[in-house]
């Protein structure tokens, strides 16, 4: 059987890949400079490719390099996510877990989540990050995250993905141009609609579900949806918000109000995502389960007005 690279030597090459410095490369993987170059030449030596291209002052990822970059990263993860399920084949409800959020979820569904995982699972230590689901994602990919919470429609590609539950997008205008908000989501003045930034979920589910292919506010857009609040109270137009955001009270204290749609209604869904190769998977079942109940019991009256 002919040699395999070791994970160490993979990892010392993705390092020279990332930093394009052997010096700081060597640091980050905390092994002295020589030990790193014997690494990369054993690594070179057992793939019988040349990988890096390696000049005083510059250091280069070759094609094949690259692609041996790529499929380590894979490698590695399925690795971590090996020890990773060997750890917790017995108590699946233990340890760190990697939590990844979305902007539009985080701080509307969490505060009921958070203390339902405290009571229902002491043992499990919750680490948490807020971001766009395009950084969240990559992340997850690379182990560096264990699950997502994100929302949907996205292109999650061959991740795991577990729906828990739909939530419809609500209107809000000014209390003052309650008239005027239309009952029916093709009767939306283009003009009119605020929406998020690029990179937010909603601002894309926002334009599906008013059949928008491009804003028509002369490009203003908020970065959080408390600013786009802000932003519809000031006058500048009308948006559309997800139930949970209405139902923490993000409007309570400002000059507006805010209506369901007739159907079809503007709709996400919000979803627990995970690697295909997840180790994790009761503790993802778990999760998923207890999130979804939480939400369910928050459930709004679903009467239009």
Not at 194 to 203: A, I, P
Not at 225 to 235: D, K, N, W
Not at 259 to 266: A, K, M, T
Request: glycine residues 6%; charged residues 25%; proline residues 6%.
């Amino acid at each position: 059987m002919s040699a395999l690279p070791s994970l160490r030597q993979l990892r010392y090459l993705i390092a020279v890949s990332e930093r394009l410095n052997f010096t700081q490369a060597a640091e980050s993987c905390f092994v002295t400079q020589s030990t790193l170059s014997a690494g990369i030449k054993e690594l070179e030596a057992t793939l019988g490719a040349h990988l890096v291209e390696r000049e005083r002052h510059s250091v280069v990822m070759t094609a094949v390099g690259s692609e041996v970059v790529r499929r380590a990263r894979g490698l590695l993860t399925e690795a971590s996510d090996l020890c990773e399920w060997a750890r917790t084949a017995e108590q699946p409800m233990c340890g760190l877990l990697r939590l990844g959020v979305i902007p539009t979820i985080a701080p509307f569904l969490l505060p009921a989540v958070l203390p339902a995982l405290r009571v229902r699972f002491p043992d499990l230590k919750l680490a948490l990050r807020e971001d766009l689901t395009g950084h969240l994602l990559p992340r997850l990919a690379t182990g560096q995250l264990d699950f997502a919470l994100i929302a949907l429609p996205y292109d999650t590609g061959n991740l795991q993905v577990k729906p828990l539950f739909e939530e419809e997008l609500q209107l809000i205008a000014p209390a003052d141009r309650e008239a005027d908000m239309p009952r029916d989501i093709d009767q939306i003045d283009p003009e009119t609609l605020l929406l998020l930034e690029e990179g937010h979920c909603l601002r894309g589910h926002t334009l599906a579900g008013c059949a928008l292919a491009e804003p028509r506010t002369g490009g203003m857009e908020a970065t959080s949806l408390f600013t786009l609040a802000q932003m519809v109270e000031g006058g500048l137009g009308m948006a559309l918000l997800p139930d949970m955001t209405i139902r923490s009270g993000l409007i309570s204290h400002m000059k507006l109000v805010a209506h369901r749609f007739s159907e079809p209604r503007p709709r996400r869904t919000i979803a627990l995502v995970a690697r295909s190769s997840n180790a994790r998977r009761e503790c993802f079942d778990r999760i998923a389960e207890l999130i979804a109940a939480q939400a369910s019991a928050a459930e709004p009256d679903t009467a239009t007005g």
